[in-house]
């Protein structure tokens, strides 16, 4: 069965945003005596929403100033989006080719800032849905987001695949019965990414997946 829908994760597949998440969160952590990020560091930590990325740098103990922490960092991101994002190389040429398939955005960024990148960047015409780390009950690398995404365009599992950077993004296609595909050149490791059912350099390559 030919693939009808195809999930892109954002950070680090269809945009590098790792220098303005990290801007934010040393804005948010700035009056708190936390050290300094870089962005190496944090493209090391992201991927499981800003919550449990707060969470991984000043731990569980305190839910109150994590929560202080989170509203700085959203306050700050909101106003700084794209200061320094940039879209991949090749990633509008491939979606302009995948022009037949349906496209959806499934990002544990929330929502609004997703699709505020995704508007600035000039990338939201290509998606058909978006959805944030706020839009389903749980977050990637539960298969909930994508099993969202698949009852609301009416496709099959078999009919979908996921491409993403990140061990969260396989982890929660094959959870939801769904083909996988791992980007080389976003925030993670090519050894990080075995399991996916495909591995990329280039998202142009993804029309090699599709068949």
Do not use: W
Not at 50 to 77: D, H, M, S
């Amino acid at each position: 069965m030919s693939l009808k829908l195809l999930i892109f994760d954002l950070d680090g597949t269809l945009v590098d945003t790792s220098r303005d998440i990290t801007n934010a969160l040393n804005f948010a952590l700035k009056d708190y005596g936390y050290e300094e990020l870089t962005v190496e560091k944090t493209k090391k930590i992201v991927g499981e929403g800003i919550t449990r990325l707060i969470e991984k740098i000043i731990g569980k103990n305190n839910p109150a100033l994590v929560n202080q922490i989170v509203g700085r960092f959203v306050q700050y991101y909101l106003e700084h989006p794209v200061d320094y994002s940039f879209v991949y190389p090749g990633v509008k040429e491939a979606l302009n080719m995948l022009g037949n398939c349906k496209k959806a955005v499934v990002s544990n960024k929330r929502e609004k800032l997703s699709i505020k990148i995704l508007k600035i960047l000039d990338l939201i015409k290509y998606f058909d849905i978006i959805v944030g780390s706020d839009t389903a009950p749980e977050p990637k690398p539960s298969p909930v987001p994508i099993l969202y995404v698949l009852e609301k365009m009416k496709i099959k599992p078999e009919q979908a695949m996921i491409i993403g950077d990140s061990i969260f993004d396989i982890e929660a296609g094959k959870k939801a019965g769904i083909k996988t595909v791992a980007v080389t050149y976003g925030f993670r490791e090519r050894y990080e990414l075995s399991s996916a059912d495909f591995i990329i350099d280039d998202l142009r390559q993804l029309q090699s997946c599709c068949y």
